[in-house]
């Protein structure tokens, strides 16, 4: 594996509390060095943040980061959380527009634009989540969708500020189904996002990551295109020592 930079992003959904997510990450850091140009992101649930980060501190590889948030910054929003909430509690990093989010809980192409904009404003690292359904791609729709869900974050924000984003390209089909994309069905959708950002005057190389059923299996031919610059895992992210053989697979 070469050493360009790399990024694993582990998302906890609801599993994990405090002490589970200390106990997780002291096993998990004990078995991983730091890595030159390998970052290790972790969305643990909103009530971990604190303790995830207690638990990694002074490791500079490892970012906690939050699974959601409200774009406002405060107001009658009962059972939201802001980005200076979670920021205060350690997050440096927000999912945006996770497929669960979309399809779960109705979020729109205008809120998920919404959050992406509050997040950069809070300094908090945004990682935004598009992807096709299984009926849109069955109805050859894949690249509109994508497009236009890319599109809705372009009027969002400046070309500028897409230095600080990471995207994530999760097929909705493939998310904890064990239905893979195949490394070429990934890197054809990244080149499509990438041509899309860089026709609109976006000059940074954007990290786009891939999630949907990654494992120890598959990690490594997803990783080998270099289209792909990191995964977003659920499921295999969720024990300590089976997530540290996986991002030590492309160490
Ligand atoms: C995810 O939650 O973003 C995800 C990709 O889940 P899984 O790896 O379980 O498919």
Redesign the pocket.
């Given at each position: 594996m070469s050493r360009r930079s790399l990024l694993y992003a582990a998302?906890w959904?609801m599993h994990h509390g405090p002490a589970a997510a200390r106990d997780f990450l002291s096993r998990f850091l004990n078995l991983t060095s730091p890595v030159a140009d390998r970052r290790l992101w972790f969305f643990p649930p909103s009530i971990s943040i604190a303790a995830a980060c207690e638990a990694s501190a002074g490791r500079q590889d490892v970012t906690i980061g939050a699974q959601n948030v409200h774009w406002e910054p405060k107001g009658p929003f009962t059972g939201e959380l802001s980005l200076p909430l979670v920021a205060e509690a350690g997050a440096r990093a927000v999912l945006i527009g996770?497929s669960?989010r979309r399809h779960l809980f109705g979020e729109t192409d205008e809120q998920v634009g919404r959050k992406l904009a509050a997040a950069l404003k809070a300094r908090v690292t945004p990682l935004v989540?598009v992807g096709e359904t299984l009926a849109e791609r069955e109805g050859g729709r894949t690249e509109a969708v994508v497009t236009r869900q890319i599109g809705s974050l372009l009027e969002r924000i400046t070309p500028g500020e897409w230095e600080k984003v990471v995207l994530?390209y999760?097929p909705v089909w493939?998310?904890?189904?064990g239905k893979n994309a195949t490394p070429d069905d990934a890197a054809q959708v990244h080149e499509l996002i990438r041509f899309e950002i860089s026709r609109r005057g976006v000059a940074h190389r954007v990290p786009i990551l891939y999630?949907?059923?990654?494992n120890q299996g598959n990690v490594l031919a997803l990783l080998a295109r270099e289209e792909v610059d990191g995964v977003?895992?659920?499921?295999?992210?969720l024990e300590p020592d089976s997530w540290a053989e996986l991002v030590g697979l492309g160490a």
């Open positions: 998302n959904k996770h669960e989540c994530a999760e493939a998310i904890g189904t999630g949907g059923s990654v977003l895992v659920g499921g295999a992210s």
